[in-house]
């Protein structure tokens, strides 16, 4: 139902919070938010922040293909929302002093909201005036709010640091809330900026209104890449990378500081030619980092670790994980060639499981038995603090066991523990001694590069594991590739990649299951697991759509199958059922046909000379030159039932 974008897209925007992140749910009923309870350990609050940057530019990037026009109209309608969440993100010499634990909830503004749900229904959940008006702004603006609120995160070269108290897309990653750099959102953020600019380019004459604090952010995260903008020319060094991300992080904090305590002073126009500067100059930024992640063996970095010390932050790389392949090939970074290479570099790795044919999330490794863990190596047991510590017997600390070898105390589980447990002993020289213990602790546990759940488990998102929603966004990313160039060496990597994943592709015994239906995941010691609507179906979706040759552009419906089968044709007659405009319908598939509904209008390919697109219009027959027009498109998208059938002759020679 593509005419319904529109409303999708503002349901989405709508549910973006003023400091430009979503919360947790998007129901019928308005929003939804984790809440603080303080009776279960479980609970947590936070925000998501890949999903709002991707999937909101799938979106953005349906409507225009669809609906022409559309967006280019709604970018200075003040008609869209905020959400008013109850979290306040802290300052950010907060955020520097504890990534992990950056999010106040206010008690307050929940009492507020919930008090005005009450009174106004939904809208008692959205940002609003003093006079409880619904605080409307552009889309613009939305748009705006989001990208500067990943770039005031943003690290040379390391990518976007997760500050907002919950991983991304793989939430196995959870531990790497604080410390961890995403590459994949900085991947989806170049795809954004591509396509934002292409967007613009056409009203750059134009100016548009947001709220004056949403400028000012604007002006000095600009301001920052501008001042900054000799350090890609360069070596980054840790210095320059921290004054760049003190200043974006500033910036932010002002903006939230002042939105926070008295919400929005009013409007101002924006140049959109301002807005594409800033665009131009950001895809700067983000397209050198991308290639500085290049890892040696042709892969690329999905997220890396981040160390901050008194002006400096330092980032280190973490093992390869598919995500960051797909994200990279969706990203549109990669020629055609730089896309086949990587492909190459994927199935040569340690991600590629060849009896499943398929994608690891990230290379299987065999974890340390419980006694090889907590060992402090003789090299580091020689240290003159873990040595103090060893001499005054400060068992609370660290102690040599029965075996003789060294070991840090059961009852600390992390560097935290060994700070409070040293203060509490008032000891000067063990205090002296701090820096260095907690040096030792981290090198012993390496504590920075635990990613959490995806590290210690075997099933689920854990070690072993393929999980078959992200092949299904590789299959996606690879086709996406593929029209782009149509590079047989990408076609080929598509069927290689469509071979792993079920439905026809797989034999129950190899599945380990029934392999029509969709399953999370694979792991290493057993079949697949989890049934049900998982996101593969999404992407199996669209890349049959994709495999069918059904595209857009424009606003005109079109048909080339350049990755169809040869062998998907009948070779015997058969009759088509499908539920059509008018109710259940049969019609007859004679040999060498295909057919299959699009917004149910019945398609037909038949294989034959030269290739043709004629549609049955209430008795007529319209031949269509290549893609359909604007008009019988919209025919055909808003169901109107006036298109009764649409023929495609299909030349055998682009069959697969």
């Known amino acids: 139902y593509p005419c319904f974008l529109p409303n999708l897209i503002a349901k989405f925007v709508n549910a973006s919070t003023v400091d430009g992140y979503n919360p947790y749910r998007v129901t019928r009923d308005g929003v939804d938010w984790e809440v603080v309870e303080p009776e279960n350990p479980w609970s947590f609050i936070g925000y998501w922040g890949d999903h709002q940057v991707i999937y909101l530019l799938k979106l953005l990037e349906s409507c225009h293909r669809f609906l022409p026009g559309e967006l280019e109209t709604f970018l200075a309608m003040p008609i869209f929302a905020y959400s008013n969440v ?13 990534p992990k634990a950056t999010i106040k909830f206010s008690w307050e503004k929940d009492k507020l909201v919930a008090d005005r749900v009450q009174r106004l229904g939904k809208d008692g959940k959205l940002l609003l005036t003093t006079e409880e008006e619904v605080v409307l702004v552009s889309l613009l603006e939305k748009c705006l709010v989001m990208l500067l609120a990943k770039f005031s995160n943003f690290v040379l070269g390391g990518g976007i640091w997760l500050n907002t108290q919950r991983p991304e897309w793989n939430d196995a990653n959870n531990a790497l809330v604080g410390n961890g750099l995403s590459m994949v ?20 004459e134009t100016v548009c209104p947001v709220s004056i604090e949403v400028a000012e952010w604007f002006n000095e995260i600009h301001a920052t890449f501008q001042q900054h903008h000799p350090s890609l020319l360069n070596p980054i060094t840790p210095q320059s990378r921290w004054a760049c991300l003190e200043r974006l992080g500033q910036a932010a904090a002002t903006y939230r500081a002042k939105v926070y305590a008295s919400g929005f002073s009013g409007q101002q126009s924006m140049s959109i030619q301002t807005v594409l500067d800033f665009t131009a100059l950001a895809l700067e930024f983000v397209e050198t980092s991308l290639r500085q992640n290049q890892r040696p063996d042709g892969l690329y970095h999905s997220y890396n670790l981040l160390t901050l010390s008194p002006n400096s932050a330092l980032v280190e790389p973490l093992y390869e994980m598919l995500e960051g392949q797909v994200a990279i090939l969706s990203s549109g970074l990669l020629s055609a060639e730089e896309s086949n290479t990587l492909l190459q570099a994927l199935f040569a790795s340690a991600l590629y499981r060849a009896d499943q044919k398929s994608f690891l999330l990230y290379p299987d490794r065999s974890l340390k038995g419980f006694l090889a863990k907590n060992q402090i190596p003789a090299e580091l047991a020689a240290d003159t603090a873990i040595q103090y510590v060893l001499a005054q017997g400060l068992t609370q600390i660290a ?12 009852q600390l589980s992390n560097a935290d523990d060994l700070k409070a447990t040293v203060r509490t002993l008032a000891d000067p020289q063990l205090t002296q001694c701090l820096p260095r213990l907690v040096d ?10 635990f990613t959490g759940r995806s590290g210690t488990m075997f099933c689920f998102e854990g070690l072993g594991c393929i999980y078959w929603h992200m092949a299904a966004k590789l299959l996606l990313a690879t086709q996406e590739a593929f029209s782009n160039s149509l590079l047989p060496a990408l076609r080929d990597h598509y069927f290689a990649l469509r071979g792993g994943l079920g439905g026809y592709n797989k034999h129950p015994k190899v599945y380990g299951a029934f392999p029509t239906d969709p399953y999370s995941h694979t792991p290493g010691h057993m079949g697949a697991q989890q049934p049900g609507m998982t996101g593969q179906v999404k992407e199996e979706i669209i890349t049959r759509w994709g495999e069918l040759g059904v595209i857009v552009v424009a606003g005109r419906l079109g048909f080339q199958p350049t990755l169809l089968r040869r062998s998907e044709f009948l070779t015997e007659k058969q009759e088509f059922h499908f539920h059509g405009l008018n109710g259940p319908n049969t019609l007859p598939v004679l040999p060498n046909q295909l057919m299959f509904t699009y917004c149910q209008v019945p398609v037909c390919y038949t294989i034959g000379s030269p290739a043709a697109v004629q549609l049955t219009v209430e008795g007529d027959l319209v031949p269509c030159e290549g893609l359909l027009s604007v008009e019988w498109s919209r025919e055909v998208f808003a169901r109107t039932n006036k298109v009764v059938c649409i023929d495609v002759v299909v030349e055998e020679g682009v069959l697969v």
Do not use: M
Not at 399 to 410: E, N, Q
């Open 86 to 98: 109850p979290y306040e993100i802290l300052p950010f010499e907060a955020i520097v002093a504890n």
């Open 185 to 204: 959102t900085l991947c989806y953020l170049r795809r954004f900026l591509v396509f934002w600019a292409s967007i613009l380019k056409p009203l750059q």
């Open 399 to 410: 102690y040599k066991d029965a075996a003789g070898v060294h070991r840090f105390a059961a």
């Open 440 to 449: 030792v602790y981290e090198a012993v546990f390496r504590h920075r590069e």
